[in-house]
């Protein structure tokens, strides 16, 4: 009985971190403004990987979301984003987001699993 209360445990627990994603990116180190800089591009990293909401990470239903931005005005909430820098003399932040934490508008997944 012990060992599948454990193994529950650790299925949950590896399941709740999953929900958090996390990329790196690279600002101009000429900027001017670089925390603004550094929070308009993790908006738009959120924006482009938003499709986590409905589907797991997948080149294919990222291409797909990328094509469905396109000409298209989405209204969506993120709740809990965070931006922090990795290395201050190259500019290299991080964003961490959970894309269960994104409130929609409207819902867009029909888009994605129709295959595009």
């Known amino acids: 009985m012990t060992k599948k209360i454990f193994s529950f445990f650790l299925f949950f627990s590896s399941f709740n971190l999953v929900t958090e994603y996390s990329f790196e990116f690279k600002i101009d180190k000429n900027f001017a403004f670089p925390e603004s800089q550094a929070k ?42 965070k931006v922090e820098i990795v290395n201050f003399s190259e500019k290299i932040y991080r964003v961490k987001f959970d894309p269960n934490k994104i ?6 997944s029909n888009y994605l699993d129709s295959g595009c």
Do not use: G, M, P, T
């Not at 938003?50 to 000409?71: G, M, P």
């Open 103 to 108: 409130n929609f508008e409207y819902d867009h």
């Open 40 to 81: 308009a591009e993790a908006n738009k990293i959120i924006v482009e990987n938003a499709y986590l909401a409905f589907h797991d990470k997948s080149l294919i239903k990222k291409n797909c979301w990328e094509n469905y931005l396109k000409n298209k005005r989405i209204k969506f909430e993120i709740k809990e984003s």
